[in-house]
């Protein structure tokens, strides 16, 4: 009987000797990853301390304790994208998953092309996997955590539960299964994902105020995820709108809040910001 237990156990543990020390090196790297994003956004909203404030979105201010919840919760993730990143590697180094470290091997021109490549793919993931994580059935247990900051700052860029923190760390090894990547556009795909992830919540519109009146529009803005926060059932999509477009779910009276938002509050410093076209 004892042997039943201690056996699994005894190669649990043999498995936590072996993989512990990657697992950690892959968690602080991630876990950098997050603190330069958010910290880097963080920072630029603190320094431009007047232009952020007129450029907020929300009257409403997250607390102390929003942003203490938003760490943890952020942390948590970074320690799940770390566990199925060892499957990733496990996968690379038996040969189901291609990072290749060559640009000879595929090109320049697959190389270069597969960063916007990836990024319109990861678009479509995120947008899918939100809409079905505000199923009711679902929301709950795998989303709830992301919505409870109402009014979300950079520091919310990670703040999932479990499933949903599993859930996006699925899209990479999905994804190099099918599509070989080099690790610099690996390297480079993370860095957008970050940074855009930390401005959509900074609860400040970064972009100029002729955005929504060009082709750029397709572009996400701060005020498109920011009211997602607000408003729950809509504007589900991360770098792009079009998929929000395509399916009705473009929340109504986007662009007139994020003209709001991008004209500021105050009107000498709109007239500056103005000047500047920021
Ligand atoms: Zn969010
Ligand atoms: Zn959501």
């Known amino acids: 009987m004892l042997c039943i237990i201690t056996g699994p156990l005894a190669a649990f543990n043999e498995i936590l000797q072996d993989q512990l020390p990657l697992w950690l090196q892959v968690f602080t790297l991630d876990t950098l990853r997050y603190l330069v994003g958010a910290g880097l956004v963080s920072s630029v909203l603190g320094g431009f301390g007047a232009w952020s404030e007129n450029r907020r979105i929300q009257d409403r201010r997250a607390s102390a304790a929003d942003v203490r919840r938003e760490l943890l919760y952020s942390l948590l993730t970074t320690a799940v994208y770390a566990s199925v990143a060892l499957f990733t590697i496990q996968g ?6 291609n990072i290749y470290e060559s640009v000879a091997d595929f090109g320049w021109w697959y190389t270069c ?20 994580l505000h199923h009711p059935r679902v929301f709950h247990w795998a989303h709830r955590v992301h919505h409870l900051s109402r009014t979300p700052t950079p520091w919310a ?18 994804l190099l299964a099918v599509m070989p990547l080099h690790p610099a556009v690996l390297f480079l795909f993370l860095a957008v994902m970050i940074l855009r992830n930390a401005m959509g919540h900074s609860g400040c519109e970064f972009h100029p105020r002729y955005w929504v009146d060009t082709p750029l529009d397709r572009l996400t803005t701060t005020t498109h995820h920011d009211m997602h926060h607000q408003k729950f059932n809509g504007n589900y999509g991360l770098y792009f709108t079009w998929w929000d477009r395509w399916m ?12 709001r938002a991008a004209a500021g509050r105050d009107v000498n410093v709109t007239s500056v910001a103005s000047a500047l076209e920021l």
């Not at 009705?248 to 003209?259: M, V, W």
Request: proline share 7%; no cysteine.
């Open 92 to 97: 690379k180094e038996s040969g189901w998953l």
């Open 113 to 132: 092309l597969s960063l916007p490549l990836v990024l319109v793919l990861h678009d479509a993931w995120f947008y899918w996997v939100h809409r079905a």
């Open 157 to 174: 860029a990670y703040s999932f539960a479990p499933a949903e923190a599993f859930m996006m760390a699925l899209f990479l090894p999905l």
């Open 248 to 259: 009705g779910t473009e929340l109504p009276g986007y662009k007139a809040a994020f003209r």
